[in-house]
């Protein structure tokens, strides 16, 4: 079973409540789901989103990890690992 080597680069805790993705707040983009950075704290759309801001921000920024900041839901993607965390 593959596993996350990144999970020492998680800086960041969840955050209670967010407005938005942040660059869809900018761009007057919409958005189905966010994610939080666990190294930096941007908020960011899922993948099932127009603009898919969290996968982007991972992959410019070097990132690995993002979690769900969803009501009831308690999970992160390594995005380079592949797998869940």
């Given at each position: 079973m593959a596993a996350c080597t990144?999970?020492?680069?998680i800086r960041v805790e969840r955050p209670d409540t967010v407005e938005g993705c942040e660059e869809c707040l900018k761009i007057g983009g919409q958005w189905l789901h966010?994610?939080?950075?666990?190294?930096c704290g941007q908020i960011g759309c899922c993948d099932s989103s127009p603009n898919q801001h969290a996968s982007k921000h991972a992959a410019t920024s070097g990132h690995p990890i993002a979690s769900s900041v969803e009501p009831g839901e308690d999970w992160s993607w390594c995005y380079v690992d592949q797998v869940a965390v």
């Open positions: 990144h999970v020492d680069q966010l994610r939080v950075c666990r190294s």
